[in-house]
């Protein structure tokens, strides 16, 4: 469950989201729509606490994010998974090097980490590129290699940014698939898109923004 109660975020004198409200049930799949600038990321950074509220409260489970004590931040990040339209990948590392990079900080046995390893390459198709680097795959690829990072470890919830942003239709629309696979399995999804065709084709809940507040929040909705 992600809750926000009243939540205000100011920049000095400006406001990027003003008395936001909503409740996101477990499992549930949101699309979080709205021009650049509404503030869809500023929403998705106050959940996994890159952002602290100027006012209001926001819950994750159980957890009340704002008043969190810095040491438990590290837990609530295990719960969250993110992923960025520029992927964000390590270079230097191969893509199951960058699926493990969640599981290193888990205090896992090594013969786990393999294991959860080659799961979650068959999740996002990747089990014949586990020793490739980013650079040698394709952006769709490597945007499959994130998406496997987020949630390789307990991640309960996937906030996704705009993860179709740099994708021609039909890479977008494969990244989609993993994404709905992945709700299936339980995770709950809250994704910020442009993506018109996709918003209308998928009939989910759509939460509009503008200029900083929520105009719309509809189940099985389109993008407008
Ligand atoms: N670090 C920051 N300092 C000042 N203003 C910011 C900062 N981050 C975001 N904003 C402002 O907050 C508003 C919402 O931004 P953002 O959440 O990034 O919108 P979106 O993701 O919908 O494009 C914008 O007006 C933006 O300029
Ligand atoms: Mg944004």
Same mark, same amino acid.
């Given at each position: ?15 990027? @989201?003003?008395? +936001?409200?909503?409740?996101?049930? #477990?499992?549930? *799949?949101?699309?979080?729509?709205? &021009?650049? =600038? ?81 799961? @979650?390459?068959? +999740?996002?198709?990747?089990?014949? #590129?586990?020793? *490739?680097?980013?650079?040698?795959? &394709?952006? =769709? ?84």
């Amino acid at each position: 469950m992600i809750l926000f109660d009243n939540v205000s975020k100011r920049y000095g004198k400006s406001t990027a @989201v003003e008395d +936001i409200n909503f409740k996101i049930d #477990k499992g549930e *799949f949101v699309f979080l729509v709205g &021009s650049s =600038g509404a503030g869809k990321t500023t929403i998705l950074r106050l959940i996994d606490r890159e952002l602290l509220p100027s006012s209001g409260s926001v819950f994750v489970s159980d957890l009340e994010v704002n008043k969190l004590p810095k040491s438990r931040v590290p837990f609530l990040r295990r719960k969250v998974g993110f992923v960025f339209q520029d992927f964000k990948l390590l270079n230097d590392r191969t893509v199951a090097e960058n699926v493990a990079v969640s599981l290193e900080i888990l205090d896992r046995q090594s013969a786990d980490i393999d294991k959860r390893i080659r799961e @979650v390459l068959n +999740i996002v198709l990747l089990t014949e #590129k586990a020793n *490739f680097f980013p650079k040698q795959l &394709s952006l =769709g690829e490597q945007q499959r290699v994130a998406i496997g990072r987020a949630v390789a470890g307990e991640t309960e919830i996937l906030l996704a940014d705009e993860p179709t942003g740099n994708l021609d239709p039909k890479t977008s629309w494969d990244i989609l698939k993993i994404i709905t696979e992945i709700n299936k399995q339980g995770k709950t999804v809250i994704m910020a898109s442009h993506n018109v065709d996709i918003v209308n084709s998928m009939k989910k809940r759509v939460i509009e923004i503008s200029k900083g507040k929520i105009i719309r929040d509809q189940k099985k909705s389109k993008y407008s």
